[in-house]
Antibody
Framework: QVQLRESGPGLLKPSATLSLTCSVSGGSIRSSYWSWIRQPPGKKLEWIAFIYQSGDTTYNPSLRSRVTISIDTSKNQFSLKMNSVTSADTALYYC????????????????WGKGSLVTVSS | EIVLTQSPATLSLSPGDRATLSCRASQSVRGYLAWYQQKPGQAPRLLIYDASKRAAGVPARFSGSGSGTDFTLTITSLAPEDFAVYYCQQRSVWPTFGQGTKLE
């Protein structure tokens, strides 16, 4: 059973760059798609981006200009960077695995980390 | 962006009751829809994918149906552990989620 664990800064100031890392254990990152999703307090889930083990990426159009997702297969980790953060980026950030369909396309979020709370405040 | 609208926002039922949750898409997502369960302080858990397929380990009292723009999650005979928030999610285009239904 694959397990995911997020690590992040907790608190950062407006206009800073958010960096998050997801460590994957119990399975290889050299398969499936890997994703970041966030949930502002009391609000719904918002998908941010996903990456394939090959390095191919797909971004939420509304966040694309500020976000970069990357993968490090040697460390079995993938990461997210988000620049120019504001209070609107305060959220619980989850990393998740996306199961690969029989056609090799991204399926659904079938394994999740516990989440990393990020608060943007001066 | 495909908008998913869930109804009702809150569903008040008792253990043993039948729950019916709805998810409507702003345009067709074919059968590419999933349902997740989220309990307080926990990450979401995949219950149903491709509209009607149960994920591994999900009890048979959970079932999904629908296609195109209208989908339903049914929970027959609610167990105490089923009281949670339920989200639908589509993958027809880039992923989006509904706003959730709280089952209380």
């Amino acid at each position: 059973q694959v397990q995911l664990r997020e690590s992040g800064p907790g608190l950062l100031k407006p206009s800073a760059t958010l960096s998050l890392t997801c460590s994957v254990s119990g399975g290889s990152i050299r398969s499936s798609y890997w994703s970041w999703i966030r949930q502002p307090p009391g609000k719904k889930l918002e998908w941010i981006a996903f990456i394939y083990q090959s390095g191919d990426t797909t971004y939420n159009p509304s966040l694309r200009s500020r976000v970069t997702i990357s993968i490090d297969t040697s460390k079995n980790q993938f990461s997210l960077k988000m620049n120019s953060v504001t209070s609107a980026d305060t959220a619980l950030y989850y990393c998740a695995r996306i199961g690969e369909t029989a056609a090799g396309t991204p399926g659904y979020f079938d394994s999740w980390g516990k989440g990393s709370l990020v608060t943007v405040s001066s | 962006e495909i908008v998913l609208t869930q109804s009702p926002a809150t569903l008040s039922l008792s253990p043993g009751d039948r729950a019916t949750l709805s998810c409507r898409a702003s345009q067709s997502v074919r059968g590419y829809l999933a349902w997740y369960q989220q309990k307080p302080g926990q990450a979401p858990r995949l219950l149903i994918y491709d509209a009607s397929k149960r994920a591994a380990g999900v009890p048979a009292r959970f079932s999904g149906s629908g296609s195109g723009t209208d989908f339903t999650l049914t929970i027959t005979s609610l167990a105490p552990e089923d009281f949670a928030v339920y989200y639908c999610q589509q993958r027809s285009v880039w992923p989006t989620f509904g706003q959730g239904t709280k089952l209380e």
